[in-house]
């Protein structure tokens, strides 16, 4: 009998030994990370520490209220610590390269501030923002080599930067996801170690209350988790615009909270819950009127001769209703807000009357509010 022969077998290559050892070091990334790390570290030493402004009231009422004025930066803003931080966060998570760009969502300010650390390590940079974008914004985005990419609608800009992202084999920064752990919130100059270290000489030295605005929610996430590691007894609370899902999420107790239109203060409020917003680091929250914002900053220009973002309005109208409040009950104490950039980048709406009346906002109520409010420590109720 004849033995079955084996089947013939397929030409198959041979089988490997999987690799246990894989080495992907790059000498030359690793000392052009050191360069940009350097370099970025390098702009902080150089840049000072912003300003903490008085803002004149009785000194009978008991209450001190500052400002912390960010519109100092390099970069004019609040956004250029946070924009510090993001770019170290990615440089030591290795998620920049040399030569790919680095892309960003963003309503304006913290666009310019990437696009300033990134000319500064020499890598392109595009910034996808909502077409009703101040033109001074895209300008300033330009000045420092960045790309502005449109879209029509606000809610657009995630998806659009991920697409771009993908496309180039650049980096996506998502600034809404990695603000509030990209900064050191425990100290290392962050904005609420500074007030506290600035207030330090005051007759308040701790503040009853920091008010803050959230675009990222980055801010407001760094003061409240500082205050509690330095078991301070400040409360936090955010102000936020008309149309931001921020509010009524913490209200509710529902991250799932949308917005059908997107904010008319540039740079805070969100049609989403933004992953970086943290929601029980907060005190406080507080739905400020869009026409109550802007007759603040149009107040404040009269109280400092600075002209300041309609986001400091926000803030500002939460301030001054907490100081109210402090009065009525007797209490001492001091209260901090935020500059958080200037008004030059917004004369063509908040600080143009024909824009406010397209839009339909009538300031006039509010700043006789206010006004009122600087000589009696009274502030109407909105309504």
């Keep these: 009998m004849h033995e079955p022969q084996p089947k013939p ?43 903490l402004l008085s803002i004149p009231l009785p000194a009978d009422w008991g209450v001190d209220l500052y400002l912390k004025d960010e519109s100092t930066h390099p970069t004019g803003s609040l956004k250029h610590r946070l924009a510090r931080s993001l770019f170290l966060y990615a440089l030591c998570n290795g998620w920049i390269r040399p030569g790919r760009p680095v892309i960003e969502a963003s309503s304006g300010s913290t666009a310019v501030s990437e696009a300033y650390f990134a000319r500064l390590i020499g890598v392109p940079f595009v910034a996808v923002m909502a077409r009703g974008t101040v033109r001074a914004k895209i300008d300033l985005i330009e000045l420092h080599g960045g790309r502005c990419h449109l879209v029509e609608d606000p809610g657009q800009v995630y998806e659009a930067a991920t697409r771009l992202a993908a496309e180039t084999g650049g980096h996506y920064m998502d600034q809404f996801t990695y603000a509030e752990r990209a900064t050191d919130w425990r100290g290392n100059n962050n904005i609420a170690e500074s007030i506290f270290r600035q207030l330090a ?29 330095a078991q301070a007894t400040t409360g936090i609370c955010v102000a936020d615009p008309e149309n931001s899902a921020f509010f009524p999420s913490w209200r509710d107790h529902d991250p799932t909270a949308t917005t059908p239109t997107g904010s008319r203060i540039e740079g805070i409020g969100r049609q989403r819950v933004e992953p970086s917003f943290v929601p029980g680091a907060i005190d406080r929250m507080m739905r400020v009127p869009d026409a109550a914002s802007i007759a603040c900053v149009r107040v404040l220009e009269r109280l400092l001769g600075r002209r300041a973002g309609a986001s400091t309005g926000t803030g500002l109208w939460a301030a001054f209703r907490i100081v109210a409040e402090m009065r009525s009950r007797g209490e001492r104490g001091s209260v901090v807000g935020l500059l958080c950039d200037p008004g030059e980048r917004y004369l063509e709406k908040y600080y143009a009357d024909a824009w406010l009346t397209a839009q339909g906002i009538d300031i006039a109520p509010y700043m006789r509010r206010v006004e009122r409010f600087l000589v009696t420590g009274e502030l109407e109720p909105v309504g």
């Excluded at 397929?10 to 000392?31: F, I, M, Q």
């Excluded at 007759?203 to 980055?218: D, M, S």
């Design 9 to 51: 077998q397929a030409n198959r290559a041979p089988v490997r030994a999987p690799e246990t050892d894989v080495d992907r070091s790059d000498p030359a990334y690793r000392l052009w990370l050191r360069q940009a790390v350097g370099q970025v570290q390098a702009d902080a030493n150089r840049s000072a520490d912003t300003h």
């Design 201 to 229: 000489a005051e007759r308040h030295p701790v503040p009853t209350w920091i008010v803050a605005t959230a675009g990222t929610g980055g801010t407001s996430a760094t003061i409240a988790r500082y205050v509690r590691y």
